[in-house]
């Protein structure tokens, strides 16, 4: 089983920073990629930020120059970095994970229970 835990979220002032982390453990072989995304209340559920096992970034454009996805692959872990921020990016921010259990299995996704970003003065 995968397991994805979050911690860093919590209530900032708008203009301040917070980092988010996420580590994944369990029976993990490869993984393809780590990302962030969120939902705020009578919203759909977006994407932040995604990474690749090979580097490679993507965001979305509300959250371009503000935040900044990294992993640690050594340590399966993803770190969101949010600068900036807005009472707008306020929501539950839900780590994922995709990839393969076992050699030549299928590719999986997994979620973590998510955190809570509040942004307000």
């Known amino acids: 089983q995968v397991q994805l835990v979050e911690s860093g979220g919590g209530l900032v002032q708008p203009g301040g920073s917070l980092r988010l982390s996420c580590a994944a453990s369990?029976?993990?072989?490869?993984?393809?990629?780590m990302g962030w995304y969120r939902q705020a209340p009578g919203k759909q559920r977006e994407l932040v930020a995604t990474?690749?096992?090979?580097?490679?970034?993507n965001y979305a454009d509300s959250v371009k120059g503000r935040f900044t996805i990294s992993r640690d692959n050594a340590k399966n872990t993803v770190y969101l970095q949010m600068n900036s921020l807005k009472p707008e990016d306020t929501a539950v921010y839900y780590c994922?994970?995709?990839?393969?259990?076992?050699?030549?299995?299928?590719?999986?996704?997994?979620w973590g229970q998510g955190t809570q970003v509040t942004v307000s003065s």
């Open positions: 994922n994970l995709y990839g393969s259990r076992w050699y030549g299995g299928p590719v999986g996704t997994y």
């Open positions: 369990g029976s993990i072989f490869s993984i393809n990629g």
């Open positions: 990474i690749t096992s090979a580097g490679s970034t």
